[in-house]
Structure formats: C-alpha cells, structure tokens
C-alpha cells in the first residue's frame, strides 16, 4: 500500500531539527511531494538531486539537508551513487553560500506564520 510521502518528510524534518540526525533522505514516486513537503518546515533545505553534481554541489554550496529522489525518475544504482556523493559531500562555508543562506532564512523567518 502507497504510504504518505508528508508523514515520512514531516518526521524526517524532526529528526534533524531536534539534532537526531545531521542529515536525511526522503524518496518518493517523482521526489517532488516529498520535497515539497520537507521545505515546509523552518530550518529544512531539501533538493531533488537526480544527478551526481547537483548532489554535492547542493551540499557544498546550499548546505542541503535532505536528499529527495525520484523512485519512478531515476534507477537503483543511479540512487545509491547520488546518495553516495550527497553524504560525502560538506558545506563550503565560503562567504557567499552563508551570505545566500541567511537571506534564506531571512525569507523563512519574514513568512512563518504566526497565530
């Protein structure tokens, strides 16, 4: 029975907010609704990756921390690969990732809703 990608995203999301996990990986049919639903959450920075260099390089330059892949979209070997190089990649730093991020989570903040 087909499982509902906001659940698996909403408790991954937890994981790494509450410092379970630095890192994780959500995998749906197209990687789209998970990733969707992952960037609901503050703090969250998930990309689809169906390729090698948009894996590291989303790590090294975004600081990613959910990986979100396709099972209808790319193969099993391609997803162990991408998957490989994602967790191996780290985050540069360089000043001007960390300048794109805190505008990032400038957006985030200006938009989080309040009650």
Request: aromatic residues 6%.
């Amino acid at each position: 029975e087909p499982a509902d990608y906001p659940d698996y995203a909403r408790a991954v999301s937890q994981e790494i907010l509450l410092r379970h996990a630095d890192r994780g990986i959500l995998i749906c049919g197209s990687g789209v609704g998970a990733c969707v639903a992952a960037n609901k959450v503050p703090g969250i920075r998930a990309a689809i990756c169906h390729d090698t260099f948009s894996a590291h390089q989303g790590v090294e330059d975004d600081n990613v921390n959910i990986l979100c892949l396709g099972a209808r979209v790319i193969g099993t070997e391609l997803a162990k690969d991408i998957a490989q190089v994602w967790l191996s990649a780290t985050f540069s730093g360089a000043e001007r990732h960390r300048r794109r991020l805190a505008k990032i989570e400038g957006i985030e903040n200006e938009f989080v809703l309040r009650e």
